[in-house]
């Protein structure tokens, strides 16, 4: 029996055609994808999801290709990670300059999918692109993934007002408010968040360090949704 595919995959692209083009084509492969559209999220997710291996575009915002490369390639946790360079512009020069920055492949934009399927197969040493998703499985990622980004807007929306009741001392408001996030958070795997949630529900906020509590747990919350 061919075992399916859990191999962690980091998009990072400015350009949403491409992020949309990859993350539905590499999820129908059972690879777990992650996306970011700038060089600082994208150094700071590879350092926290930790992918298997990563898909970088050269011309991003705040940090481009070519300096994530170079920045990566001196932080011990992340610098054997192997990046796929995509770019619009794929010339001799584009491409000398991102494989000596670190880039183990380089791929041309429009993405040719037999070469990317060969360039992950001979990085990650395997092959995984044998076993395709049912579509009822890629019907309930859809699912999973609306309910993720409905967590986060709400998540966003009503954090303030946890926030709002920890300034204000206002224990009522914050209890409310963790109850009703819980119930969007029990639409997907979000064990973690979920916890959290009941914990800032049932602090008795008696005395000073319980709404210190609160607000480190909303910080965690926070943190944990970066790199879901």
Wanted: aromatic share 8%.
């Amino acid at each position: 029996m061919i075992k399916k595919n859990h191999k962690k995959v980091l998009i990072i692209d400015d350009n949403s055609s491409i992020l949309n083009y990859l993350k539905t084509i590499l999820g129908k492969y059972y690879f777990e994808v992650k996306t970011c559209t700038n060089g600082y999220d994208g150094l700071q997710n590879t350092a926290e999801f930790k992918p298997d291996i990563v898909f970088l575009d050269l011309m991003m915002p705040n940090i481009d290709g070519i300096q994530l490369l170079q920045l990566k390639k001196v932080l011990n946790d992340i610098k054997d990670i192997p990046v796929i360079v995509i770019s619009a512009n794929a010339g001799r020069k584009n491409v000398i300059s991102a494989m000596e920055a670190g880039a183990d492949r380089v791929l041309s934009k429009p993405i040719d999918f037999k070469q990317l399927k060969t360039a992950v197969n001979e990085l990650l040493e395997g092959s995984f692109f044998d076993v395709v998703k049912t579509d009822i499985e890629i019907k309930e990622d859809k699912r999973i993934e609306d309910n993720k980004n409905f967590f986060k807007e709400k998540f966003e929306e009503f954090k303030d007002i946890i926030l709002d009741g920890i300034n204000n001392r206002d224990q009522d408001a914050i209890k409310k408010t963790a109850v009703f996030l819980q119930k969007y958070s029990k639409s997907f795997d979000n064990t973690a968040n979920l916890i959290l949630l009941k914990e800032i529900e049932n602090k008795d906020y008696r005395r000073p360090s319980d709404w210190l509590f609160a607000e480190l747990k909303i910080k965690e919350i926070d943190q944990n949704l970066k790199v879901i």
